[in-house]
C-alpha cells in the first residue's frame, strides 16, 4: 500500500499519513495528540474538507497533533495528499 | 522611503515560526524557502507559505518571500505560488547577472497579470553573494524598476571570497562598500547580511553601528533578539529627532512663503540636508513614508 506523509512534531505543526483506500469506502480519519479531545471534531472536518477540494474521496488519514491550528493542518493534509497522488510517497 | 532597519528570516516550513515571527517586531519578514528547507521539504514548505501569506497575519510587517536561486528548477513554482498571496517582494538569493533580474521583472507581471494584481506590485531585493554578483552590483540594482533593494552576502560571499569569518569581518569591507556606493547610485535601498552570532550583543552592535554609518538601512536577522538592539542602533537620538524637527519645519515655512533657501540654526540648509531630516523622522517614527 502506498503512504505518503507530510509534517513534524514541532510545536504548532502536526504530521499526517496518508494511505491509499479502496474505492467506496470513503476518507477516514485516526488522530492521536493532546488536543484531540477538544479539537478532534474540528481536525476531521478540516481534514475532509480540505482532501474533497482536492477531489480526493478514498484516503485513510493519520494526524499526530502537536498544536496545529486549521491553517497548518490543512497545509499538512494537502501536502501529504499531493505526495501520495504524485507517487513521491515517502 | 520605507523603513527597514530588519528583515527577520522565518523557516518556510516551521509553522510556529511563520505564524508569530512577526509579533517581535521586525520592520519586515522573510519567508524563506531557500537555505532554510530541506530539499525533500520543498513542497510541503511552499504549500505551508502560500497558507500563511493568504490566511495569517504580519501586521504592518513589509512581508517578502525568499525563492530558490534562478540556476534551479524551483524558482518559477515558488514564483507561481506566493507572489498571487499579494506579497510585497521576493528575495532572490544568488543574483549575479542582470539579465536574470529583468528575466524575474518579466516573469513577474505575467503571474500578476493573472492574478488580478497590479503589475508592478511585487518588488525585488537581491542578495549578491559571490564576487561577480557584487562586481555587477549598479546593474543588478538598476535592471528592472521593481528592485528595491541589495544586500550583500555573508557565508556564501566569504567562501566565493575565499577566505573565512574574522572577527570584525574585515573581509567584507570592500562588498559592503560597493553595495552602499551602487545602492545609492542606482536610488534602492542597501541592506546588510545577518550577524551570525547570535549570543554576541556587543557584537551585533558594533557591527550594526558600522553598517549604518556606511550607509546601510538595515540588516537581516536570524534571530528575534537581534530586533531591538538593531532598532535601537537606526533609531535616532533625541538630539537628533529635535534638530531634524527644526528643519522640517524650517522648510515647510520656507516653502509657504515660496522660498527656495532655508537657514537652521544659523546655517544654510538645502534640499538633501531636508530629506535627511524627514528620514530621520521617519525612522524615529514621527512621519510615515510611502516610496519604494
Known amino acids: 500500500m502506498q503512504t505518503a506523509q507530510a509534517g513534524t512534531l514541532e510545536s504548532m505543526d502536526c504530521i499526517v499519513t496518508v494511505s491509499e483506500s479502496e474505492k467506496g469506502r470513503g476518507i477516514t480519519v485516526s488522530m492521536e495528540g493532546a488536543s484531540v479531545a477538544r479539537f478532534g471534531e474540528a481536525i476531521v472536518s478540516s481534514t475532509k474538507d480540505t482532501l474533497k477540494k482536492m477531489g480526493v474521496l478514498d484516503i485513510s488519514v493519520s494526524v499526530q497533533d502537536n498544536g496545529a491550528g486549521d491553517l497548518v493542518l490543512r497545509a499538512r493534509v494537502e501536502a501529504a495528499a499531493t505526495r501520495l497522488l504524485g507517487g513521491d510517497a515517502r | 522611503m520605507k523603513l527597514r532597519r530588519t528583515k527577520l528570516y522565518l523557516p518556510g516550513n516551521n509553522p510556529n515560526m511563520l505564524l508569530r515571527g512577526h509579533l517581535f517586531g521586525p520592520d519586515g519578514v522573510i519567508l524563506d524557502l531557500e537555505d532554510a528547507v530541506a530539499m525533500s521539504e520543498k513542497d510541503a514548505a511552499r504549500i505551508l507559505v502560500r497558507d500563511v501569506l493568504t490566511r495569517g497575519d504580519f501586521g504592518d510587517c513589509e512581508v517578502t518571500v525568499r525563492i530558490n536561486a534562478m540556476d534551479t528548477d524551483l524558482w518559477r513554482t515558488d514564483i507561481e505560488t506566493v507572489v498571487p498571496c499579494g506579497i510585497d517582494g521576493i528575495r532572490i538569493p544568488k543574483v549575479e547577472n542582470p539579465k536574470d533580474v529583468a528575466l524575474m521583472g518579466e516573469a ?47 557565508e556564501d560571499l566569504r567562501a566565493d571570497l575565499k577566505t573565512t569569518r574574522s572577527e570584525n569581518s574585515e573581509e567584507l569591507i570592500g562588498p559592503r562598500r560597493i553595495v552602499v556606493l551602487a545602492a545609492h547610485a542606482a536610488g534602492v535601498d542597501a541592506l546588510d547580511t545577518v550577524y551570525a552570532d ?95
Request: glycine content about 10%; aromatic content about 4%; charged content about 25%.
Open chain 2, 108 to 154: 513577474l507581471s505575467e503571474i500578476e497579470s493573472k492574478a488580478g494584481i497590479p503589475v508592478g506590485k511585487t518588488l525585488i531585493f537581491c542578495l549578491l553573494e559571490t564576487a561577480l554578483g557584487i562586481w555587477r552590483s549598479y546593474e543588478i540594482a538598476t535592471a528592472s524598476k521593481r528592485v528595491a533593494a541589495i544586500c550583500p552576502g555573508g
Open chain 2, 198 to 292: 547570535i549570543t554576541n550583543d556587543a557584537g551585533l552592535r558594533r557591527e550594526t553601528e558600522w553598517v549604518k554609518q556606511l550607509g546601510f538601512q538595515g540588516k537581516s536577522v536570524i534571530h528575534p533578539n537581534q530586533i531591538p538592539i538593531i532598532h535601537d542602533v537606526f533609531t535616532p537620538t533625541a538630539k537628533e529627532i529635535e534638530q531634524a524637527k527644526r528643519i522640517v519645519e524650517a522648510a515647510a515655512e520656507a516653502a509657504a512663503k515660496g522660498l527656495g533657501a532655508v537657514q537652521v540654526d544659523g546655517r544654510m540648509v538645502d534640499r538633501p540636508v531636508v530629506k535627511r531630516a524627514e528620514f530621520t523622522l521617519q525612522r524615529a517614527g514621527l512621519k510615515s513614508g510611502g516610496e519604494k
